[in-house]
């Protein structure tokens, strides 16, 4: 075997191991009964698709990932939580009563995109010689033609900071 093909073999055993994971901590997500440790489930599946990125060679993006949604957005989830005074313990009362009418209805979804993906692109397949990208083109394509969103955003989110922060001071 060459050194290269040596590396695919590990990437692919990464990209395995890494996504049980996720997979464990999205059905911990969905089946637990404390909010906060949801929240925390939740951080372990963004951060599995950061370490996915990092595996692609994106440390950028992976990066972005991990500054965007496990520092930012979960912090502002948390904190939304903390602010709306729920329990903090495990909770029954908050699963639906028609909890069993998802399966159907996510099994049905995932066949749908399964169908969807393989009629769109079929036997294609991902281009083996491409040369990597430097992060300032990557930054470029992103941040140029979005700036302006990527902006509002940042405010969005700043007002709602300051909002809770405001609320909770309010007491």
């Given at each position: 075997?060459?050194?290269?093909?040596?590396?695919?073999?590990?990437?692919?055993?990464?990209?395995?191991?890494?996504?049980?994971?996720m997979?464990?901590?999205?059905?911990?997500?969905?089946?637990t009964?404390?909010?906060?440790?949801?929240a925390?489930?939740?951080v372990?599946?963004?951060?599995?698709a950061?370490?996915?990125?990092?595996?692609?060679?994106?440390e950028?993006v992976?990066?972005?990932?991990?500054?965007?949604?496990?520092?930012?957005?979960?912090?502002?989830?948390?904190?939304?939580?903390?602010?709306?005074?729920?329990?903090?313990?495990?909770?029954?009362?908050?699963?639906?009563?028609g909890?069993?009418?998802?399966?159907?209805?996510?099994?049905?979804?995932?066949?749908?995109?399964?169908?969807?993906?393989?009629?769109?692109?079929?036997?294609?397949?991902?281009?083996?010689?491409?040369?990597?990208?430097?992060?300032?083109?990557v930054?470029?394509?992103?941040?140029g033609?979005?700036?302006?969103?990527?902006?509002?955003?940042?405010?969005?989110?700043?007002?709602?900071?300051?909002?809770?922060?405001?609320?909770?001071?309010?007491?």
């Amino acid at each position: 075997m060459t050194p290269s093909a040596d590396l695919l073999v590990a990437q692919n055993v990464g990209f395995y191991l890494i996504a049980a994971v996720m997979v464990l901590g999205a059905l911990r997500v969905v089946t637990t009964n404390n909010v906060v440790h949801a929240a925390l489930w939740l951080v372990v599946v963004l951060s599995g698709a950061a370490a996915q990125f990092v595996l692609l060679a994106a440390e950028f993006v992976a990066l972005t990932q991990v500054l965007v949604y496990v520092g930012a957005v979960m912090v502002l989830f948390l904190f939304g939580v903390m602010l709306t005074r729920a329990k903090i313990g495990a909770e029954r009362e908050l699963n639906n009563k028609g909890w069993f009418l998802g399966i159907p209805v996510s099994v049905l979804l995932l066949v749908t995109l399964v169908i969807a993906l393989n009629d769109g692109f079929g036997s294609e397949r991902m281009p083996v010689d491409v040369a990597p990208m430097d992060t300032a083109v990557v930054s470029d394509q992103i941040f140029g033609p979005y700036l302006l969103p990527f902006w509002a955003l940042s405010f969005v989110l700043l007002a709602a900071v300051i909002g809770a922060i405001v609320l909770a001071r309010r007491d």
